[in-house]
């Protein structure tokens, strides 16, 4: 019986990426297959949030390709990409006259047509989104009067209700607590256990060694280490890429990373 293959859900193929005249990064190739958890890694500067914006198709290589799904972006039908990759944004917009629901429902709208409302079904997806995120209750609240973590958790359950196969987070975690920074990694890791893929930037190395199966680590000068992430994760490459002497501190099964 022949098998069903799916493409990864991302991939890089010599990949460079300009800012400027300058090379962020250069001749990058990865993949992220259905189940990995890719964080990517690196100073002030060093190009991950450009980076994940040309993963995302808002910005074009200097030279390479991008497959999403085994396909370039432009092979997609226009608006299609979107069912199949979501993106959250470092910062988010500043809301006004919306409802916590109405916000959450944006994340349905690749799956309408122009003309469509909403359906019950879309309602109720976007309210389990919010449940996932502590919303639940909030739905009615207008989002000005939200505090900045629950705008940050708001901004996660839209990216939820939009179900796509490729999740991009650039900094998924600001303004969250510790409690709830481990209940968005958490949900994510759950999501990758059934088949989703994940790329998020994070700050935190430990946060990285603890959920990542796979880093990506920016030295901030073009170059660049890929690998699954007991590999990428050494004193020297991470002292290097930040530029501070960090040590490793065994912690029973775990090793932490804490500056030198």
Not at 82 to 107: I, K, M, W, Y
């Amino acid at each position: 019986m022949k098998m069903d293959v799916r493409p990864p859900v991302l991939a890089a193929e010599q990949l460079t990426v300009h800012v400027g005249r300058r090379d962020v990064l250069r001749e990058l190739n990865i993949t992220v297959q259905p189940g990995d958890t890719l964080v990517i890694l690196g100073r002030n500067g060093a190009g991950k949030t450009t980076l994940l914006h040309t993963l995302a198709g808002l910005r074009d290589a200097a030279r390479g390709v991008v497959l999403l799904s085994g396909q370039p972006y432009a092979a997609w039908p226009r608006g299609h990409e979107a069912c199949l990759r979501g993106l959250l944004a470092q910062s988010q917009p500043d809301f006004f006259s919306a409802t916590v629901l109405e916000t959450a429902l944006v994340g349905r709208h690749p799956y309408l047509g122009r003309w469509d409302w909403e359906s019950p079904e879309d309602e109720a997806i976007a309210l389990a989104a919010l449940a996932s995120m502590g919303l639940e209750g909030f739905a009615e609240r207008q989002v000005p009067t939200l505090s900045g973590g629950e705008r940050q958790r708001l901004a996660i359950a839209a990216l939820l209700a939009q179900r796509p196969r490729l999740y991009l987070l650039d900094e998924p975690l600001a303004h969250l607590d510790l409690h709830h920074q481990v209940a968005v990694l958490d949900h994510f890791g759950a999501l990758a256990a059934e088949g989703a893929g994940v790329v998020m930037v994070l700050h935190d190395i430990n946060l990285a060694a603890r959920y990542a199966s796979h880093v990506l680590l920016l030295d901030g000068a073009g170059g660049h280490v890929f690998g699954a992430a007991h590999d990428v994760l050494t004193t020297e490459r991470l002292s290097s890429a930040f530029g501070h002497p960090l040590r490793a501190v065994a912690d029973g099964a775990q090793t932490l990373f804490i500056p030198a």
